[in-house]
T-cell receptor, first 115, second 111 residues
Framework: EPEVTQTPSHQVTQMGQEVILRCVPI?????FYWYRQILGQKVEFLVS????????KSEIFDDQFSVERPDGSNFTLKIRSTKLEDSAMYFC?????????????FGSGTRLTVV | DQQVKQNSPSLSVQEGRISILNCDYT??????FLWYKKYPAEGPTFLIS?????DKNEDGRFTVFLNKSAKHLSLHIVPSQPGDSAVYFC??????????FGQGTELSVKP
């Protein structure tokens, strides 16, 4: 079964450093997303991406965050200057259609720890 | 603005019995409702969905019921198995097509 692949599975970084989280969505999917989950809290939407541009972003997704689809397969989330409160699980997801009964397919996540 | 709410953070059920997980929503424009299951250190996995024009959808041991007048949906798992122990999230699409998640309910099925 096709899957969304995320690397690395765990990233530890110093406060103020830049991090790039990588994702390979399912190949025939057109819509791409980043979500995050702070420990014990809900899964929160960060950003959606379609046709090489951001479709929607949350208030969490400020100027420190950016996304890119540098080639036909990768989808990246960059945090320019990490803060302690950025520590969370970050999930990439993709979908074939904008809405529908099958939802999104999520990757297994990257645990980001900012120290 | 919590458009999708799960008011029970946890639920404990005996193996073989029914598990009922509940979810309330505020926006009557949602067109699909979905349930995801999540194990620790893994991403959410799609479980089952229901269109807003239906009131029931069944897939094996999992049934989702939708009560539009009460803006309430529930997921029934019967019979419950220890492998069902996980966090369950209900979700719905907003008008922009983004999935909004509830806070999750941690289900524990005891042998």
């Amino acid at each position: 079964e096709p899957e969304v692949t995320q690397t690395p599975s765990h990233q530890v970084t110093q406060m103020g450093q830049e991090v790039i989280l990588r994702c390979v969505p399912i190949s025939n999917h057109l819509y791409f997303y980043w979500y995050r989950q702070i420990l014990g809290q809900k899964v929160e939407f960060l950003v959606s991406f379609y046709n090489n541009e951001i479709s929607e972003k949350s208030e969490i997704f400020d100027d420190q965050f950016s996304v890119e689809r540098p080639d036909g397969s990768n989808f990246t989330l960059k945090i320019r200057s990490t803060k302690l409160e950025d520590s969370a699980m970050y999930f990439c997801a993709s979908s074939e259609t904008r809405t529908g009964p099958w939802g999104y397919t999520f990757g297994s996540g990257t645990r980001l720890t900012v120290v | 603005d919590q458009q999708v709410k799960q008011n029970s953070p946890s639920l404990s059920v005996q193996e073989g019995r029914i598990s009922i997980l509940n979810c309330d929503y505020t926006n009557s424009m949602f067109d699909y409702f979905l349930w995801y299951k999540k194990y620790p250190a893994e991403g959410p996995t799609f479980l089952i969905s229901i269109s807003s024009i239906k009131d029931k959808n069944e897939d094996g041991r999992f049934t989702v019921f939708l009560n539009k007048s009460a803006k309430h949906l529930s997921l029934h798992i019967v019979p419950s198995q220890p492998g069902d122990s996980a966090v369950y999230f209900c979700a719905a699409y907003n008008q922009g097509g983004k999935l909004i998640f509830g806070q999750g309910t941690e289900l524990s099925v005891k042998p």
